[in-house]
Each structure stands twice: as C-alpha cells, then as structure tokens.
C-alpha cells in the first residue's frame, strides 16, 4: 500500500514539473514588455471626498474601520493620496455634516499582487485599488 502511495505521489510531482519546463522557441522571441519584473511593494491610493470648504474629517485604517488600526486622522479638503504596502486591507471613515445631521461615509479595499514565471523570469502584477467616500446626492 506505502508502495502504491509514493508511485501516485511521484507522478503527481513528475506530471506538476512538466508544466514548468517552456518550449525554447516560444522563450526565445517572447516579448517581456508585458512583464513587470520589479515586485511591487507600495502604490499611491487615491482617496475621493467631497470637497468643503469647512473640511471633511476623515479616520484612515489598516483593517476594516470597526477593528483595524488606525493610521491617521485628519481633515482633509479634497481628494488626496496616500502611499500604503501591499499585504493588508485599508478602510477609511469620513464625516460630513449636513444641517443638523452627520452623515458618516465608509469604504475599504485590499490591494493584492501576484507573481508567474515566464520563461526564466518572475512577472508581477497588482491590483491596485482606491477608496471613495464622497457624497452621491
């Protein structure tokens, strides 16, 4: 039985390494123009609000808003962007007032990355994302 186990498990692994392997001539005239060889790490998030003259106060996390770490409060006046690290989830709260009544605007995102190996390269790709928490009337 310990036989037949480790006969299934090497051809998993053989069949698996097959994939790997690329056809030379296909490496030869690929075009790398496509193909981010850099690994992101951080990119600037644009962040939307509706601009006040009076100003928005606006609460910025790593995590989502009810639980995460805040990074920042401040109050803002127009859109603005902030530099963060892929790897984590961002949210932000903003707080507008409108005649007697505050209204609080919540959004968050997760930027990610991922690499593939083409040819004898490792290609990246990222999915950048922005937060907007501007009024829609």
Do not use: Q
């Amino acid at each position: 039985m310990k036989k037949i186990f480790f006969i299934i498990i090497f051809i998993i692994f053989s069949l698996n390494s097959c994939f790997l392997i690329y056809d030379e001539e296909f490496c030869e005239d690929y075009n790398y123009s496509d193909c981010d060889t850099y690994e992101p790490y951080s990119f600037d998030m644009e962040i939307v609000i509706s601009s006040r003259s009076e100003g928005v106060p606006v609460w910025f996390y790593y995590g989502n808003v009810e639980n995460g770490t805040l990074l920042f409060a401040d109050t803002v006046y127009s859109t603005f962007y902030e530099e963060v690290i892929f790897g984590g989830e961002y949210s932000i709260k903003a707080e507008y007032k409108e005649g007697d009544k505050i209204i609080f605007a919540v959004d968050g995102c997760k930027p990610t990355k991922r690499s593939t190996n083409k040819c004898d390269s490792v290609c990246w790709t990222s999915s950048h994302c922005d937060l907007d928490v501007s009024l829609i009337y």
